[in-house]
């Protein structure tokens, strides 16, 4: 069925998985894991409403290894979903569609995603 | 209307997306510089920082932002991969109802906060 030798489309074995394609799920993925932030940092604020106790408890459930990690996981999923909106934003404007231009930006979101989030946990 | 697609809406929901998500650019870093600058995480510390007039502005519209914003992403997700026009409906409902709910609990926490005289 491949007489000429040349590579049928689509071609799965030799298919280059793009940049810009992880990033695009990527972006709902974080966008969905701060959805479930917005239900802890809504959870966060009634327990200052509450009181000291209330609010002892969620202090220390997120001073825990896994309630750190959370917020390690929420930070990131911020800084990238900051950062690849603000591509989105320039894409609406019909800037950096070249596909150059868009290997690039998704680099430089992966890069500052990452480099924020590093920035961040070593200030805060 | 001839060009709109067979839903005849989705500019409001994208538009809306945009908007709340240049807002969010803003909330987001003061939230996130605001407790960075904090020096500690003391319950009365906590209470004094969001109870400050202009934090429980920002907090407030930070809150109901993110709620909208949130909400409208997780709208897009189920109309892309809840399939069953039953299951559809009662996904997009309870994403309504949820996001409405978390918007007015932070709403009632942030003034609980701001005016109560703790």
Redesign the interface.
Known sequence: MNKTGRPLSPHLTIYRWPITMTLSILH?VT??A??VG??A??VW??S??FG?DA??MV?GLMDTIIGKLLLLGW?FA?FFH?SN??R??FW?VGMGFELRQANASAWFVVLASVLLTAV?WF?? | MLGSGSAKDGTEHWWAQ?VT??A??IL??WF?IS??RLDS?A?DS??DW?GRPFNSVM?LLL?LT??WH?AL??QV?IEDYVYGPFIKVVSLLLNRFAHAF?AI??V???L??AL?DS
């Open positions: 709902r966008g969905v701060l959805s917005l239900l940092l809504v604020l009634e200052i409403a000291a609010y002892a202090a930070s911020f900051f909106g603000i989105h934003l609406d961040y200030t805060v | 945009r998500a240049v969010l650019l987001g870093s996130l407790i960075m995480f319950y906590m209470v969001a907090l809150s993110l709620a949130s992403g997780v997700v978390l609990a932070a009632v926490a942030i609980k906060i109560g």
